[in-house]
T-cell receptor, first 112, second 113 residues
């Protein structure tokens, strides 16, 4: 069975500090990994996906299949990064576009 | 483009009743998925529809059902409501360009008394 674990429920950093939100997954097939973000009073939205290998709002995430991890990193956190972050696992090669397994989420607070 | 629209936004029901929630996807998106969000269980996949057919189903009892119409709008129904069904129900649509690219609605907050 597939599972996504985000070990930190809360993470606090100061503005300008590096931030890393951890995500580990378990899945026997070929994974598709995503980070979703929910800012205060906004909808849940896609932040980035491993397959595109892009940097969004300064965030990057590398899929490490050996360690089954997909940690989200940003070198210099900003106050506007404060939000709830969800790691999610999708399924490559199938007929599903909308089926994701989400982690429990990490609330990131960036202090001024 | 207008975003995913869910109605109603809030509703209160009593145990044993049934409820129907509606979702209008982004124009052109044919895949619609439903999720249940609770403080204890987090975000859990309910089901996915495209081309008016249920394509995937999560691990929920048969009281949870859904359907999709020819214009891609979707409804989900929960019958014989239980207290544990109190949750935020999120709908998401997908352009089907790849797995996992979802656009979420604001959700329907269901309270069961």
């Amino acid at each position: 069975a597939q599972r996504v674990t985000q070990p930190e429920k809360l993470l606090s950093v100061f503005k300008g500090a590096p931030v890393e939100l951890k995500c580990n997954y378990s899945y026997s097939g070929s994974p598709e990994l995503f980070w979703y973000v929910q800012y205060s009073r906004q909808r849940l939205q896609l932040l980035l996906r491993h397959i595109s290998r892009e940097s969004i709002k300064g965030f990057t995430a590398d899929l490490n299949k050996g360690e089954t991890s997909f940690h989200l990193k940003k070198p210099f956190a900003q106050e506007e990064d404060s939000a709830m972050y969800y790691c999610a696992l999708g399924f490559a090669g199938g007929t599903s576009y909308g089926k994701l397994t989400f982690g429990q989420g990490t609330i990131l607070t960036v202090h001024p | 483009k207008a975003g995913v629209t869910q109605t109603p936004r809030y509703l209160i029901k009593t145990r044993g009743q049934q409820v129907t929630l509606s979702c209008s996807p982004i124009s052109g998106h044919r895949s619609v998925s439903w999720y249940q969000q609770t403080p204890g269980q987090g975000l859990q996949f309910l089901f996915e529809y495209f081309s008016e057919t249920q394509r995937n189903k999560g691990n929920f009892p048969g009281r949870f059902s859904g359907r999709q119409f020819s214009n891609s709008r979707s409804e989900m129904n929960v019958s014989t409501l239980e207290l544990g069904d109190s949750a935020l129900y999120l709908c998401a649509s997908s352009p089907m360009t790849g797995p996992g690219e979802l656009f979420f609605g604001e959700g329907s907050r269901l309270t069961v008394l």
